[in-house]
């Protein structure tokens, strides 16, 4: 995982401190923002390949961060942290185009494997006849067609 930035988001200062003190033990470079606005400034920077983000948050909350780089086109991977357990806001979250949803207390382990685990999924080869957008290719026979994922 060198070279790779992870930016944390989170209103809550010792949030943001485990978090980038467990992911650098794991070889990440960490970036870290206090609320909704710095963490889009930093996206816009440039350099950040994934980002953890608290749903919770005043002003510009997570969902809203989200939803604003999906409008944008990003495709950066987003994993949602949250003290909101129930199961409508973990879909609400995946649905407006979270990777993953930690619901809080979290284990930081578990974060830094989830991390992993969504960059490996980034980083798998498309599969031979795919297209990079995930949309697979398109077989028609008059007026049959079949979508081959």
Do not use: W
């Not at 953890?52 to 999906?70: A, F, I, N, Y």
């Not at 949250?82 to 979270?98: A, K, P, Q």
């Amino acid at each position: 995982m060198t070279n790779t930035t992870v930016l944390v988001v989170d209103d809550e200062p010792r949030i943001r401190e485990v978090l980038q003190f467990a992911l650098e033990r794991e070889g990440f470079t960490v970036a870290t923002a206090g609320d909704g606005g710095a963490a889009l400034a930093k996206v816009a920077e440039g350099g950040v390949d994934l980002m953890v983000l608290d749903v919770l948050m005043p002003e510009l909350d997570g969902l809203q961060v989200c939803r604003r780089l999906r409008q944008s086109g990003s495709t950066l991977p987003v994993i949602f942290l949250s003290s909101r357990t129930e199961v409508v806001d973990r879909i609400l979250g995946l649905e407006l185009g979270g990777d993953d949803y930690v619901p809080k207390p979290f284990s930081p382990r578990e974060v830094a494997s989830r991390i992993k685990a969504v960059l490996r999924r980034r980083a798998a080869p498309t599969p031979k006849g795919s297209s990079s957008d995930g949309a697979g290719e398109v077989l028609s026979h008059g007026a049959l067609e079949v979508d081959v994922v």
